[in-house]
């Protein structure tokens, strides 16, 4: 089979090797990837942390291909896709559970032909979502999910700020609209404004258009503030978000897009009581709600393109180029 690795190359840092198809231990099974999707993470490990040696890429779907002997919870034929991390599988978070995430460090990604992993780190695909966007599920659509669930369950009628048109934001937007929620989204772009609003958003704000985008927020919630923000941007954004939050209102902080050096008052933030959530995905359990709503509202998510597996440096520049709406994906033939 091959697989792909991480190498020091500053440019053509994916390296292809041939190795054997791996065999399963007694709890493990063999997956047959299908597709892999690229999160904003992929690039920081590509780019930012040298030596990193391993299979890359978190987000991967697959058939399951082999089952070891004592497995009980898959069978050969079954559509997968894996855990962000493989040892979170349900309840609360702690560091025992986070130690490892694919795709990160040495522990092995998605992006190989074959894949080998505990059975538990695995979840079924819902029935009505391809291999390509089951691949979006992992990151992507468990971090948009643990935003709007996890802690305080989003409600009809609330208000929702959504940052940019990426994988995280768009599928928010569609969860959220799945639940009457009332979407503000922001983007640099008009074009992407608008395919995000035939996706359901119901005001459309560019920033830079429009720099001081926290007072148009107020403008349209008559001065209130949204319910609750995704804050993909980190320190750049988050004080604006804070500002376009009302009281008692929740901020789920999931990137760092704008960098990590930014200084933030909080005075603001203790004084509307608002909470500010860190979410760094989600467990194995968040993935299984994940698909149920997903299933129950005929949620699709929203690829971009799909490239090759021959082509995965291009899919890489292509999202380091900003140009996406929605996922990324890499394709097994």
Request: aromatic letters at 6%; charged letters at 25%.
């Amino acid at each position: 089979m091959k697989q792909y690795m991480l190498t020091n190359h500053p440019k053509n840092f994916l390296e292809v090797l041939d190795t054997e198809i791996p065999s399963p231990m007694d709890h493990e099974v063999v997956i047959k990837v299908g597709a892999v999707s690229l999160n904003y993470r992929d690039l920081l490990i590509a780019k930012n942390i040298p030596g990193n040696e391993t299979i890359p890429l978190s987000d991967g779907s697959g058939t399951v291909l082999k089952v070891g002997k004592r497995v009980t919870t898959l069978k050969v034929g079954d559509r997968v896709a894996g855990l962000f991390f493989p040892d979170w599988i349900s309840g609360g978070v702690d560091p025992l559970k986070t130690k490892h995430a694919r795709g990160g460090g040495k522990q092995k990604g998605m992006l190989a032909e074959y894949v080998t992993g505990h059975e538990n780190s695995f979840e079924l695909l819902p029935s009505h979502l391809s291999l390509e966007e089951g691949a979006t599920l992992p990151c992507a659509g468990v971090t948009a999910w643990a935003s709007l669930y996890a802690g305080s369950e989003i409600k009809s009628g609330e208000v929702v700020l959504l940052q940019g048109t990426g994988g995280v934001s768009i599928f928010a937007l569609q969860l959220a609209k799945a639940k009457g929620a009332r979407v503000i989204i922001t983007s640099s772009q008009n074009e992407k404004l608008e395919r995000a609003r035939k996706l359901g958003a119901d005001h459309l704000i560019n920033y830079k258009e429009r720099p001081d985008w926290e007072n148009e927020v107020l403008s349209l919630t008559d001065g209130r503030g949204v319910d609750r923000v995704v804050e993909v941007g980190g320190g750049g954004t988050l004080e604006k978000s804070i500002m376009a939050t009302r009281m008692g209102g929740r901020i789920s902080l999931i990137g760092v897009l704008t960098g990590f050096d930014n200084k933030i008052n909080p005075v603001p933030l203790f004084q509307k009581n608002q909470t500010l959530h860190g979410i760094y995905v989600g467990s194995g359990e968040m993935q299984k709600k994940l698909g149920q709503d997903l299933e129950q509202f005929n949620i699709h998510p929203l690829i971009d393109r799909v490239f090759p597996v021959e082509e995965s440096l291009k899919a890489y520049e292509y999202l380091e180029n900003g140009k996406h709406f929605g996922k990324v994906i890499i394709k097994f033939s």
